[in-house]
């Protein structure tokens, strides 16, 4: 299975701020990468696919760029509803898998 | 507007049986590859199963190859997760989400239920 490592794990940033949160794949995936919003006590939301590729309705202040085995994800200006859990995925090959998660916290 | 809803969660003694249900609406349900994931209690996300549009091809974790079995009647619109002996690992948070489209996009998930709560617990 493809393991997925995200960093950092939790992060305090105020609103304004700008954001980059890595992901890291046990092999390359060839941008075949995911990433997901989770607010608590909901389900999760995506937000980019194919690494780059912004889902429809989601704020353009998130992007996501990489290649290979390593992947970020942007927020340009953190907004107060961006503060949530936010995982990494990877569906290059089967079992799809997940990244730990990346807790964004008010500063 | 698509809806995923979840049902069937509960609480279990390990060893024991549930089956969860999903009711899909407002997309042509026949035409999506359908997924499990779960979600233990504060813990991350973790894909269970999929099975494909036409049900002939179906895929498990290896944490639940053999005690659980995943289902879909494109009639009724429904997916389901059959799950059997049960144990304290399973206790999750387990979510119905669809399948993004066809090929590798199969499995990036567009549309999430609200979850369903399953608890083991002697």
């Known amino acids: 299975d493809i393991q997925m490592t995200q960093s950092p794990s939790s992060l305090s940033a105020s609103v304004g701020d700008r954001v980059t949160i890595t992901c890291r794949a046990s092999?390359?995936?060839?941008?075949?990468l995911a990433w997901y919003q989770q607010k608590p006590g909901k389900a999760p939301k995506l937000l980019l696919y194919?690494?780059?590729r912004l889902e429809s309705g989601v704020p353009s202040r998130f992007s996501g760029s990489g290649s290979g085995t390593d992947y970020t994800l942007t927020i340009s200006s953190l907004q107060p509803e961006d503060f949530a859990t936010y995982y990494c995925?990877?569906?290059?090959?089967?079992?799809?898998?997940f990244g730990q998660g990346t807790k964004v916290e008010i500063k | 507007e698509v809806q995923l809803v979840e049902s069937g969660g509960g609480l279990v003694k390990p060893g024991g049986s549930l089956r969860l249900s999903c009711a899909a609406s407002?997309?042509?349900?026949?035409?999506?590859?359908m997924n499990w994931v779960r979600q233990a209690p504060g813990k991350g996300l973790e894909w269970v199963s999929s099975?494909?549009?036409?049900?002939?091809?179906?895929n498990y974790a290896d944490s639940v190859k053999g005690r659980f079995t995943i289902s879909r009647d494109n009639a009724k619109n429904s997916l389901y997760l059959q799950m059997n002996s049960l144990r304290a690992e399973d206790t999750a948070v387990y979510y119905c989400?669809?399948?993004?489209?066809?090929?590798?996009?199969?499995?990036?998930?567009?549309?999430w239920g609200q979850g369903t709560l399953v608890t083991v617990s002697s």
């Open positions: 092999q390359g995936i060839r941008n075949s």
């Open positions: 407002g997309f042509t349900f026949s035409s999506y590859n």
């Open positions: 995925q990877q569906y290059y090959s089967s079992p799809p898998t």
């Open positions: 194919g690494a780059s």
């Open positions: 099975i494909i549009s036409s049900n002939t091809y179906i």
């Open positions: 989400a669809r399948g993004m489209g066809l090929g590798p996009r199969s499995n990036v998930f567009d549309y």
